[in-house]
């Protein structure tokens, strides 16, 4: 679900009613997926988004733990030991991924108007430039840009 609508979007960037939804939309996308990313949680549109997501949490988890436990016993069953090991380790890093992403629900946010303006900001330059490089021009990072706005929400994992 996004948290900007293609109006907001529209008039962020300033297009016409006719521009194409679809490539505002995938740089809405992409900005919404770039912020959860950068903060490490998932971000919702209200508290009661984020406390209906919450109680999964524990099925969740019971989910993830229950496939580790079958592939690792189906591990067991592989004949070679390389096949075998690889196995395991591919077992226990689905897990871990399980864990993490339960984890960036748990510690979900409800968005907020700096995570919003993040968002736009972060939309605004996904549509502005198109492509990985840029020709004729010195480029900087704007100092207050999203992440300033982004960082005090920010949940930092520890290895």
């Known amino acids: 679900m996004s948290l900007i609508s293609i109006e907001q979007a529209r008039a962020h960037v300033r297009v016409e009613d006719d521009y194409p939804v679809e490539q505002l939309q995938s740089a809405v996308d992409g900005a919404q997926d770039a912020a959860e990313a950068y903060l490490n949680r998932r971000i919702y549109e209200s508290r009661d988004a984020l406390d209906a997501d919450r109680v999964e949490y524990p099925a969740a988890m019971g989910a993830a733990a229950s496939s580790r436990d079958s592939a690792l016993a189906a591990a067991a069953f592989i004949q070679g030991a390389e096949e075998r ?74 290895p």
């Open 85 to 158: 090991s690889a196995a395991i380790r591919l077992a226990r890093v689905v897990y871990q991924e399980a864990i993490a992403d339960a984890g960036r629900c748990v510690s979900g946010v409800v968005v907020n108007p700096s995570i919003r303006s993040a968002i736009l900001l972060t939309m605004g330059h996904l549509y502005a430039n198109r492509s990985d490089v840029v020709v004729g021009a010195q480029v900087m990072e704007l100092p207050q840009g999203a992440r300033s706005l982004l960082r005090p929400y920010r949940r930092v994992m520890m």
